[in-house]
């Protein structure tokens, strides 16, 4: 059973039907948030994987670049896997 059970669920169908709305939800929310991402900000990631690039190998997966609002300002959210 294990893992295969946290993905569905037969003995009740209310409870699978809102597990499902919640993970449509999360879904929506993401993408909400990469439509309303600056345009700049693909090309921001490639440019700095090529600078970081140049010090450390790394994969374009191994970076995320976010932008955040929080109220009146913008945050820059920079995440970048390194290798050990």
């Keep these: 059973m294990g893992l ?3 993905f569905k669920n037969e ?4 409870l699978s039907a809102q597990i499902a709305k919640e993970r ?5 929310a993401h993408e909400r948030k990469q439509r309303t991402a600056p345009e700049y ?12 690039a140049k010090y450390v190998q790394i994969e374009e997966d ?9 109220g009146n300002l ?6 970048v896997t390194l290798p050990h």
Aim: cysteine-free.
């Design 24 to 28: 449509l939800q999360i879904v929506v």
């Design 62 to 70: 191994d970076i995320q670049v976010q932008i955040d609002q929080q």
């Design 41 to 52: 900000l693909p090309a921001l990631q490639r440019e700095l994987l090529a600078v970081i």
């Design 11 to 14: 003995d009740d169908p209310k």
């Design 4 to 6: 295969f059970s946290y």
């Design 74 to 79: 913008s945050v820059l959210e920079l995440n």
